[in-house]
């Protein structure tokens, strides 16, 4: 149960939350089918994956991985993996990284039931979250989300390894990073 604590933040939580793995665990016949165990391995699959992603995309210089999620339950899990360039991903190359990954998941069978994967580009709806992906959009609408619940909204104009600049009517506005909870690219069909 020492892990737990090291997982979770709250104590309150951590009780709760041990409290129902220890139950859970007793009234199951096999003790690793508990939701402590499930999401312990969950974040090793999750640990491993990144790091076959990473040594997938080491051979582009502009590409870098942005997120991974593992979704579902063992036997019916979706692998997504999001990668981003300075220029752009090609689908050629998100298949080439597909494969690569999916042959290194076979040959180590880390994920031992049925799974689904998936490499692509975040897409537009997927919040920035990278530094890197804010100087890839410099020129771009965005729309910021400030950790207060202010809004802010502009064209990203540059960017510092603390700041953001937004320009909007003319006038700019500074916004550390610490301070942004989200920023989305603005889609415009003009």
Known sequence: MENVVFLCKKVELTYMFSTFAYSYTKNT???????????????????????????????????????IKVKGNSGNQKVLIFIDGDNGI??????????????????????????TLEVSSPGLDFPIILHRQYVKNV????????????????????????????IFNNESQSLKFEEIKQSKVKVSFK
Request: glycine share 6%; with cysteine.
């Open 29 to 67: 016949e096999r003790g690793d089918s508990s939701p402590l165990f499930l999401f312990i391995e969950n974040l090793e699959e999750e640990k491993k994956i990144r790091d076959l992603a990473e040594k997938a995309i080491e051979g582009f210089d502009d590409l870098f991985l942005v997120d």
């Open 139 to 166: 020129g771009r609408e965005i729309e910021v989300e400030m950790n207060s619940g202010e809004k802010a909204e502009g064209k990203l104009s540059d960017v510092t390894e603390e700041t953001i600049v937004l």
């Open 90 to 115: 090609s689908i050629d190359q998100c298949s080439k990284i597909s494969r690569e990954i999916g042959n290194e998941i076979e040959e180590e069978d880390f994920i031992a039931d049925k799974y």
